[in-house]
């Protein structure tokens, strides 16, 4: 019981901490109040808007009820958005997202990079729904494309049986014991995305597809030399730890190293 309230105060004073000025922790408050009489999932409960202090004050769109301010607060205390060092300073033009989620890392990035165009791609439509009210403000230059990411373009089924919630969903192939009202999801492969999106290529994509890593990558001869710079989440719970992500960077041309201070985590890579 202590290291649950302890685990709770500490999450708590991250997400003050966060939010910017007192209309952003009143808002958390009120956010906390709302989460702990509501259940959100998929959508189905109104965000609310907080102040962030990476976002310099602008507003981030969180529902009750869910991880969403909880993640993107770990995110932005350990910049687990932003691309490897080499490139962090440069000039970025163009940013792809595979696993968008509710935006909380594309916006950022948005904000961060002014002449950028940002693609960020989700399945879950409840995700969806909340990045592109996150991107929105952005007008043309950001672009939600709703659909899994696969090793070729497919028709898959959205996984919610993770226990990570709202950050855990995954794309799968249906499975005959899958009902028959489980709905089904457009799946592209990263080629089909360059292609539609960015046909000059990218300059940063940053990768968390919840275990579909692997996969994807062993298909990376084709975009792999279109995109400059990676952040991929590994996952060592689905199988896939970030020494077998670093071997199939390095076989596409990258280099590539594990994040030195995540490094079980998170695997950054350049075109050499």
């Not at 009120?30 to 702990?36: E, F, I, M, Y």
């Not at 033009?93 to 948005?110: P, Q, S, V």
């Amino acid at each position: 019981m202590a290291g649950g309230i302890s685990g709770y105060a500490s999450s708590l004073a991250l997400q003050l901490g966060s939010a910017a000025g007192m209309r952003g922790k009143s808002r958390v408050l009120k956010l906390v109040g709302r989460s702990r009489t509501q259940s959100a999932r998929n959508g189905d409960s109104p965000a609310l808007a907080i102040p962030m202090r990476e976002l310099g004050g602008e507003d981030l769109w969180v529902r009750p009820g869910t991880s969403d301010l909880r993640n993107a607060c770990y995110y932005y205390r350990d910049s687990l958005h932003l691309p490897p060092p080499e490139v962090a300073g440069s000039e970025l033009r163009a940013i792809l997202e595979l696993g968008t989620n509710m935006g909380a890392a594309l916006t950022a990035l948005a904000i961060r990079y002014p002449g950028a165009t940002v693609v960020g791609v989700e399945p879950d439509p409840g995700n969806a729904t909340v990045a592109r009210r996150n991107l929105e403000r952005f007008g043309g230059r950001a672009r939600l494309v709703e659909a899994g990411v696969w090793d070729v373009d497919a028709d898959l089924v959205v996984d919610t049986s993770s226990p990570h919630g709202a950050h855990g969903f995954s794309v799968r192939v249906r499975s005959p014991s899958d009902p028959a009202e489980m709905a089904g999801v457009a799946a592209l492969s990263i080629d089909s995305l360059l292609e539609e999106s960015f046909p000059q290529g990218v300059d940063y994509a940053h990768i968390s597809i919840e275990g579909t890593e692997p996969r994807v990558l062993a298909a990376g001869a084709g975009w792999a030399p279109r995109v400059r710079s990676l952040r991929i989440e590994a996952h060592p719970a689905f199988s896939y730890p970030a020494s077998e992500c670093v071997s199939q960077l390095e076989a596409l041309g990258y280099r590539a190293w594990p994040d030195p201070r995540f490094p079980d985590k998170w695997v950054l890579a350049v075109r050499c």
